[in-house]
């Protein structure tokens, strides 16, 4: 095995280990930080399946964001749509035999990459093209647009103009997950694509990437708004009672 | 009119924001509180000479803060910088200045949480724009903090629904640990410690006030109208923001519930203790402050007997009272420990607890108990403001959105000439009155002027359109800074007054025929 697999094999362990530990301490600690008051945005669901149906609008149709910008919507939602079909789409690199879900899904996943870079394109415009997000825009917001766009477009050159034996990188990836290690095919954009994917994973955990859990724990929509029928008290807030 | 403060021009509808003009509003803040004002309410009096220590006091408590809201950590985690908000709040709308984009008050704030609290800050504070607390920053805190009113608008269009409202608490909170805190709300809450309610008004001049508005409304209909004071065994005790004994248009709605407790022979009172449903606790972000007014409420009922509480016409009161009095001193059900048990042993559980006065007067009118004239309300073409805290942080009745419904339903059954605003501008995209959150104070004229802007256009269309001469709304606030700021675009003051304004004229007594 040459010296580049071996580095691409630690370097995606180290990726997965930095993204999963990661993610899961953060998760971790927002679920141990106590919520002291009922703060709903109200009208909220007055039951729990409300409040899970209520989530479930948010995290299908970007409700919200649908209600305050048609623009920003239209080209999150696209970017987002697509990269869960992309990534449904590479689970059959992870998966022997492939599983027919997603087999079924591959030729929407093929496509949907073109869509994902519109999205970001899109978003990335809008930093530049109104004067409120662009004086929003940190460094790191452009970088990260950049990151995902460079992403999509290696993984869009590997398909479309040089060629990659993915059937060896699939090998590469199930050598991974069974700690079998077997050597990289060689491309540049293959490299390029992958050494990206891995700056992802490791910078998720640390980013504003944590908006994908950080909604689910967010106490303005996965309350229940039913203060006057149930007592709500954290914790430390109990033990102001105790005095 | 203060000379130099202008209204801006009304814009075409429908509007496009205005163009970003950093530091439009940046030399526009509040009074700081003064070292007697903040030590009564166990804040330290003012900053320390030594900047280090004030940095580490702030942060520490930050840290603090941090661990005990959840709201502050995944908020301060979760933006994207998507933009969603920045053209939601009512002072940018009217000021252009970008530090009033919700994002970027939140920003203030977030800059510093990544530079002490998460690695890529520590690391690289460039790249993801943190930066160290430094006087200036925490001046900039003072600046934005007290221009946000914590109306919660933009939490309705943020897709991970961050609550400004929470940032700026927590701002506040952090200044008032250090030493910074702001005057108008801090002195309002000693008043509220010392005597009883924030306008400082004692037990005996209230007793007096109230025997002068029985006096008046005797002249008025000719029928023995009660406003009963710490009445022991009352059925229910109202709890209403001060503003409603004295300040117009506030006090004729107070002649309204009166009126409709006489009307519906129900006994009531109430308290020279809690005279105030107000709870600027909430404004500062302090719990402590929060918890200690409501307990005023719950001695009240207790030494009172109370069967039932009600509250009256005030935004941010209501949000305390129905999101979190059950919390904060055991008003409502579903508590099984002794403290909360003490009081729901007392009150009468099978109404809903705390009520608020439209539900409780919605509830007569549905029951046929009160007799109604609408056309005695034939002189006004209304429409309705929803006040923010009761649109975004609370309810009324049992479905969601009843607390668009039951004030629109007792306007309906109280006036002949109903319009609605705009929409986009009502219920849960309401704008602020533009003096909420503790920035009803005269040297934040200038902000409160031009944060009502976007109301104001909306009002003017319906002028225009219906010929709209009275907007009702249900909270002390938005009534106090529409007086304020109403003339300023060029309408009259009296344009603003209560739902149960509305209710008192149209109300017949003297018994049901």
Known sequence: MSGLSLAFTLLFYFAGAVMAIGVLLRVATYARTPAPLKIPTTPAPTTATGVGLRMLREVVFFESLFKASLWTWLFGWLFHASLLLVLVRHLRYFTEPVWSWVAFAQPFGMYAAFPMVVGLAGLWARRFLVDRVRYISTLSDHLMLVLLLAIALSGLAMKYLFPTDIVGVKAFFLGLMLFDWQPLPTGGALYLHLSLVAALMIIFPFSKLLHAPGLFFSPSRNQIDNPRETRHLAAWAARLEER | MAADIKAPALRELPTVPPPVTPDAMASVRPYVASEKINEAIGFPGKLDEDWQVVHDKAIAHMGSLLQRYRSLKVYLDACVHCGACSDKCHYFLGTGDPKNMPVARQDLMRSVYRRYFTLPGKLFPKLVGARDLTPDVLDDWY???????????????????????????????????????????????????????????????????????????????????????????????????????????????????????????????????????????????????????AMRIREAALELGVKRIVVGECGHAWRVAYSFWNTLAGIGEGGKDPFSVQLTSQLDMRYRQPMHICEFTWDLIQRGALTLDKDANDH????????????????????????????????????????????????????????GGGVLTDELLDLRVKGALPRMEALQRAVDEHGVNFMATICAICKAQFTKVLPYYGFKMGMVGGVHQLVSTAIRLGGKS
Request: proline share 4%; with cysteine; glycine share 10%.
């Open chain 2, 143 to 293: 600046t934005y903090y007290n221009q946000c009113s914590e109306c919660r608008r933009c939490s309705v269009f943020c897709p991970y629904g961050i609550d400004t409202a929470e940032i700026t608490m927590a701002g506040r909170e952090i200044l008032d640990a250090v030493g910074y805190g702001q005057k108008y709300s801090n002195e309002i809450i000693g008043k509220v410690h010392r005597i009883g309610n924030n306008l400082g008004l004692p037990g005996p001049a209230l007793l007096d006030t109230l025997e002068g508005l029985e006096e008046d409304v005797k002249e008025d209909t000719g029928v023995d109208v009660r406003f009963p004071l710490d009445q022991k065994g009352a059925e229910v005790l109202l709890v209403t923001p001060s503003a409603d004994f004295f300040a117009e248009p506030h006090v004729e709605s107070l002649i309204g519930y009166a009126k409709v407790f006489h009307a519906a022979g129900v006994s009531w009172t109430m308290s020279s203790h809690a005279s105030e449903a107000g709870n600027f606790g909430l404004f500062i972000g302090n719990y402590d402050q929060l918890r200690s007014i």
């Open chain 2, 380 to 435: 006004r073409v209304v429409t309705f403001h929803d006040s923010c805290n009761v649109a975004r942080a609370s309810r009324m009745g049992d479905a969601p959105g009843g607390q668009f419904e039951i004030p629109r339903a007792i306007i309906r059954a109280t006036v002949n000439n109903f319009h609605e605003m705009m929409s986009g501008t009502t219920h849960e995209s309401t704008f602020c009155c533009g003096g």
